[in-house]
Structures are given as structure tokens and as C-alpha cells.
Nanobody, 123 residues
Framework: QVQLVESGGGLVQAGDSLRLSCTYSGRTFSNYVMAWFRQASGKERDVVAVIGRSDNTYYSDSVKGRFTISRDNAENTVYLQMNSLKPEDTAVYYC?????????????????WGQGTQVTVSS
């Protein structure tokens, strides 16, 4: 059984940085595509960043150049470094896992989800 636990959210000011972590437990972590999604109040869940098994990455246009996704297969952890945060980045951030070699940005294709961590950016 795969379990994902996010941490690192909080309340920050615009321009600040945060690093989210997602710790994975279960079968071989390196076999999974890992992603960060976010869901703002009243909106749909959208992809933020994805990292594949070969460390290939995808970023949404809204975070490109500000956020960095990375993974540590030895520690079974995926990170999201968020710099130059903006109020519009405020959302619950979710970690997700998909056993595949193909990156996808479709939430329904991810079989495992964490509980989410709140990120609030004040102006």
C-alpha cells in the first residue's frame, strides 16, 4: 500500500520561499511518477509540477521559473521548492504518485494522494 505524507506548508508573505516535502512509503519509489497539484478554494485541482522516473520534469506555466520539483530516491521523498511566492499561489498542495514511465498532468490518472498541506501567501 502506497502512502504519501506532505509537509512544509505555512503562511508566508509575497516574495518569500517555501519547500514542500512528500514522503513516500510502499513499493519501489523509483518506479513512480511523482507530482504536485494544488487546489485553491472554489477551484479545480490543477497540476503544479511533475517529475518522472528519469528526473524529467514538467511545470505549469504559472510556476515555471519560480518552482522546482526534485526527488531523492534514496530517501523516498519528492520536494517542491517554491520561490518568489505570490498571493495567487495560495492553495492546498497535494502530492500524488502514479506507477508509470510516462509523465501526465491529469489528476484522475494518479492513484495515490497525500492529505494536502496548506500554503497561504499574503500580500
Amino acid at each position: 500500500q502506497v502512502q504519501l505524507v506532505e509537509s512544509g506548508g505555512g503562511l508566508v508573505q509575497a516574495g518569500d520561499s517555501l519547500r514542500l516535502s512528500c514522503t513516500y512509503s510502499g513499493r519501489t519509489f523509483s518506479n513512480y511518477v511523482m507530482a504536485w497539484f494544488r487546489q485553491a478554494s472554489g477551484k479545480e485541482r490543477d497540476v503544479v509540477a511533475v517529475i518522472g522516473r528519469s528526473d524529467n520534469t514538467y511545470y505549469s506555466d504559472s510556476v515555471k521559473g519560480r518552482f522546482t520539483i526534485s526527488r531523492d530516491n534514496a530517501e523516498n521523498t519528492v520536494y517542491l521548492q517554491m520561490n518568489s511566492l505570490k498571493p495567487e499561489d495560495t492553495a492546498v498542495y497535494y502530492c500524488a504518485a502514479r506507477k508509470s514511465s510516462i509523465i501526465t498532468i491529469t489528476p484522475a490518472l494518479y492513484g495515490y494522494w497525500g492529505q494536502g498541506t496548506q500554503v497561504t501567501v499574503s500580500s
